[in-house]
């Protein structure tokens, strides 16, 4: 009986322990189940933070900045954020010169740019041969060629400076605009002082035609037509348009007569030294931005085109036989700048 009742007496101090906490055992902490993160194609869960600047000649509310929003956008969403996509517009890293811009992107003090093939002739005048007069009868023309083998080849020239191409997108055709008279024919080109992006070719495309040309980076053009320097200038559209050019101008020449592309290029050694996954992601997005930037351009163009006219601009379009006598007149530039362009190029556009 006493072994019994000394049982009870230790169960119940036990018990009493229990109660009181003295002999609670500490249950394990929680472990958080590590964020999930989404992969992206190629396998990887996780890319470096980056910050990439872009570049371009024309101005902030133009689609050229447009593409480079549009491709940060695309790329900071496939990366989960990692790469950050900086929009400078109107050249301003490198105080408007656009040659300066094209360098810069060469160098890798920026690693993005998007320039016409124009201002790229200045460091391979192959590049010109997207510019040569009437090489593009419409759109769909310039779809087949740049989308086909032509775009081939200018993008290996491109990629042969150290560049890696990520698209081909549109500057447009270029149309000229001027103060003094109305451009319908071949005779109404002659004397006129007229800015020119400064391009060899363009250059003499324009004296054959029969104007008095001047180069000139493009953020003092207002200002020189404005003060009478020059008599016009020649540009897509909604590129003279984000400049205010309809401001000091009376008449516009719509028309097939030059065409300019843009290139969208990333500095090579920065491309080379990206992760496969991240090329992939870059190279999708790049040309994803070209072909949108080329859309919006062309529906821009003919906003733009409406706007000037309500605005008073006369519009003027040539018939079959003034283009005609445009393009004859400037046929020289094919065997004059044959062996500059050389023939292949040439061919690769034309055959």
Not at 132 to 155: E, I, N, Q, R, Y
Request: proline residues 3%; aromatic residues 8%.
């Amino acid at each position: 009986m006493k072994k019994f009742l000394a049982l009870i007496l230790a169960l119940a101090m036990s018990l009493s322990l229990v109660a009181c906490g003295g002999g609670k055992t500490e249950e394990p902490a929680k472990t958080e189940e590590p964020a999930k993160t989404e992969e992206p194609s190629g396998g990887e869960t996780q890319f470096e933070k980056q910050t990439w600047k872009f570049a371009c000649s024309a101005t902030e509310n133009t689609c050229w900045a447009d593409m480079g929003r549009d491709f940060g956008k695309m790329v900071s969403d496939a990366t989960g954020g990692a790469v950050t996509v900086e929009v400078y517009a109107a050249d301003q890293l490198t105080a408007g010169n656009q040659s300066e811009g094209i360098q810069a992107v060469i160098d890798g003090t920026t690693e993005l740019s998007a320039h016409s093939n124009l201002i790229y002739s200045a460091f391979d005048q192959r590049l010109n041969v997207v510019s040569l007069p009437f090489l593009f009868d419409s759109f769909d023309d310039v779809d087949a060629k740049l989308d086909g083998d032509g775009g081939k080849a200018v993008g290996e020239v491109v990629e042969s400076m150290g560049l890696h191409l990520l698209g081909i997108g549109e500057n447009g055709f270029r149309h000229p605009t001027n103060s003094v008279r109305p451009i319908e024919s071949l005779a109404d080109m002659q004397g006129l002082k007229l800015r020119v992006a400064g391009s060899e070719l363009l250059n003499r495309e324009y004296a054959l035609w029969g104007a008095n040309w001047a180069n000139a980076n493009w953020s003092e053009v207002y200002t020189g037509l404005q003060t009478g320097t020059y008599d016009g200038q020649e540009n897509p559209l909604p590129t003279a348009d984000g400049a205010s050019i309809a401001e000091v101008q009376k008449y516009v020449t719509y028309w097939t007569g030059v065409y300019d592309c843009i290139f969208f290029t990333m500095n090579g050694e920065l491309y080379d030294s990206l992760s496969p996954e991240l090329q992939k992601i870059v190279d999708e997005c790049g040309q994803k931005a070209a072909q949108n930037q080329r859309k919006l351009e062309r529906e821009q163009d003919q906003i733009v085109l409406q706007k000037w006219a309500d605005a008073g601009v006369t519009v003027s379009e040539l018939t079959p036989e003034a283009a005609a006598e445009f393009k004859a007149a400037s046929e020289p530039c094919y065997t004059e700048f044959e062996d500059v362009l050389t023939p292949e190029l040439i061919a690769a556009f034309t055959k």
